[in-house]
Structures are given as C-alpha cells and as structure tokens.
C-alpha cells in the first residue's frame, strides 16, 4: 500500500531544530514529492541532509492546474509508490494547498502518515493565553476596505458571543493595514494577538488590548505575521 507522507518544512529557515530528524527518514522511504515550492524544497531536504539526491525524485509542483496534480497523484499511487507531500512553510494541509492531493489519497485507501512539525497557527494559539478550547482559523481576510472591516467586526461579534479566539493572517506587505483596520474596528478591550517571525530569531508573540495596542503600535511590513483575536 502507498503510503503518503505530510512533511512539514520550518516556519525560518535559521529554526532548523524545529524539524525532527526521523522526517528526513520518511522522504527517503519516498519515490516521489509533490511540493508547493520545488526549488524551495529541495534547499530545504538538502539543508536537512546533504547527502539526500533529490535528482532520484520524481518532482510535483502543487499549484492551480489542481485535475493535472490529481493525476499525477493518482498515477503514483497506481505504481505503487510512496509520495511525500512538503509544505513551504509549515504543516501541509493546514493554510496549505496540499489538502485535495491529501484527500484524493484519503479517496484511494492510502496509508496518510502526518509528521510532526511547526505550525505558526497552532504556536501562535499556544503562546496567547486566548481560549485554545474554542478556536477558529479564517484564512486571509478581505483585501477590499469595506469588506475587511464587515469581516472584523463579524469575526469580533462572533468572538464575544461563543468565547472563541479567531485566528488570521495576512500578505507581510499589507501586515501594517490589517492592524490598523483592527485598531479601527474593534472594541478597546478587544484582545489582539500579534505572533511576529514565529520560531525565528526575531521572534515576538505578544496579546494586548486594543487600547494598550494603539499606544505601542509595532512596525510589521514585510515580515511573517499572524494575528489571533478574543472579544
């Protein structure tokens, strides 16, 4: 039976402790790899091990042409061999493209080995001290202004009545936008987490009101950014 592998890849790429070894032992069980960034991913696998040939693989790009990557999974599978799926940063499936390829495996009565990784999600929740019991993560938020702001005050209202955190994130180059919708819209006691480089050297994670927010407002342009919210 073939057996599809999730590999997550480290959030910075300094963070290398961040990937436990044994992942590189399930690639090399691989004949295959569908990968979100294939020249990404091989610096990745050969920073991990070097003396990995990443020539001997059989490369996949996961990208929109979705029915052709659908395919080639299916025809690996019918081979009967092992496919490793690699995130670009991250945990696959989670904020990710890979999950179609991981269902269509999931269709087929493949074995799906999920290996431990970093999750900026997951470790931005962690580090808040927001209800990690009730929790939802929505993705990118509107770029339009409007709906930016009719999304926040949903996510907000939403919040507050069922005690839930929301999670979020943003383009890093629109990072300084997205705060200041969120100081505008919500409310001053409104919670807003604030997870900065994740497991990077510069990494910060800090939750304050909006109120205490807008006194120290930080600089976020152009770095990897995720924001959580507790009404």
């Not at 799906?112 to 993705?139: D, H, T, W």
């Not at 919670?191 to 939750?207: A, F, V």
Request: net charge neutral.
């Amino acid at each position: 039976m073939t057996t599809v592998y999730l590999v997550p890849c480290f959030l910075a790429e300094e963070a290398k402790e961040t990937i436990p070894f044994y992942i590189i032992d399930a690639v090399k069980q691989c004949q295959v790899i569908f990968a979100e960034n294939e020249r990404t991913t091989r610096r990745f696998l050969k920073s991990m091990d070097n003396s990995i040939n990443i020539d001997d693989y059989e490369w996949h790009t996961i990208h929109k042409a979705e029915t052709e990557q659908i395919n080639n999974l299916k025809t690996a599978i019918k081979q009967g061999k092992n496919i490793a799926i690699v995130s670009e940063a991250g945990c696959p499936g989670i904020a990710d493209p890979g999950q179609t390829l991981i269902a269509t495996a999931q269709e087929l009565n493949c074995r799906i080995k999920p290996l431990v990784g970093p999750s900026s999600i997951l470790l931005a929740l962690m580090a808040s001290g927001m209800n990690g019991q009730q929790f939802e993560f929505v993705g990118y938020l509107p770029i339009d202004h409007a709906e930016r702001v009719k999304k926040i005050k949903s996510l907000e209202t939403d919040s507050l009545k069922n005690n839930s955190t929301k999670i979020f994130i943003e383009t890093p180059y629109r990072n300084n936008q997205m705060l200041e919708s969120l100081l505008q819209c919500c409310q001053e006691q409104t919670k807003i987490c604030i997870g900065i480089n994740i497991t990077g050297k510069e990494e910060k994670i800090e939750t304050k009101t909006v109120a205490q927010w807008k006194k120290t407002i930080p600089e976020l342009h152009k770095i990897p950014v995720i924001f959580l919210i507790q009404a």
